[in-house]
């Protein structure tokens, strides 16, 4: 089994958990995320688990070699850095109202870039059993991206909650990619804050 995580964050996840359940049938895991202070939490996390490999990168859906990655003061591996500015700006608001605080600054460094095509070209058989994406308003992008006559992948899991801007789900940007991955043979459940794309073979 091959699975490739874009915005594993610190590990401490459900992809966490799916991997030590069923380790014994890993062939190799990617887990990916543009803060090295998240992926250094994450080899931690993943200490016992030799078929993981990480890599701290920022995943885009174009050519650039840098990309400018945004989070909050004093919280750069918070589960909402993003790409975006506009998104951490207005996540961080929502959630310093929240917890009777004022408003932390969002602070930006560049980081390595690279496409998604780039990372699944690092399986085996150029297959991958399951493909889990994170990142703050960009997984359909990099869905769309997917160069699906060259790779084969059996299971996506990605955030719509903030498909089309920040807390903004279901319009033209998420209906584009449900109508892409439909058209490549996939079957989309729909939770709460993600969807699954299932291939029909």
């Known amino acids: 089994m091959n699975i490739l995580q874009i915005g594993c964050n610190s590990g401490s996840d459900h992809v966490y958990d799916f991997l030590a359940e069923y380790n014994k049938y890993l062939k190799k895991a990617i887990l990916v995320d543009a803060e090295e202070a998240a992926v250094k939490k994450a080899r931690e996390k993943y200490s016992d688990f030799s078929k993981v490999i990480f890599k701290s990168v920022a995943v885009v859906d174009n050519d650039a070699e840098f990309v400018d990655f945004c989070f909050p003061e004093h919280l750069s591996s918070c589960g909402h850095a993003s790409l975006d500015y506009d998104h951490v700006a207005l996540h961080e608001r929502i959630e310093a109202g929240q917890q009777s605080r004022e408003a932390w600054k969002v602070n930006s460094k560049r980081v390595p870039a690279v496409r998604i095509n780039k990372l699944l070209g690092f399986f085996e058989n150029k297959?991958?059993?399951?493909?889990?994406?994170?990142?703050?308003?960009?997984?359909?992008?990099?869905?769309?991206d997917i160069d699906f006559k060259e790779f084969k992948i059996g299971y996506?899991?990605?955030?719509?909650?903030?498909?089309?801007?920040?807390?903004?789900?279901?319009?033209?940007?998420?209906?584009?990619?449900?109508?892409?991955?439909?058209?490549?043979?996939?079957?989309?459940?729909?939770?709460?804050?993600?969807?699954?794309?299932?291939?029909?073979?």
């Open 127 to 144: 297959m991958v059993e399951r493909l889990y994406i994170d990142v703050e308003g960009f997984d359909c992008q990099l869905i769309d």
């Open 156 to 201: 996506i899991k990605f955030e719509h909650v903030h498909s089309d801007g920040t807390f903004k789900a279901f319009g033209p940007i998420y209906q584009n990619t449900v109508r892409r991955l439909t058209d490549h043979g996939f079957s989309i459940i729909q939770e709460k804050e993600d969807t699954i794309a299932l291939h029909m073979a």
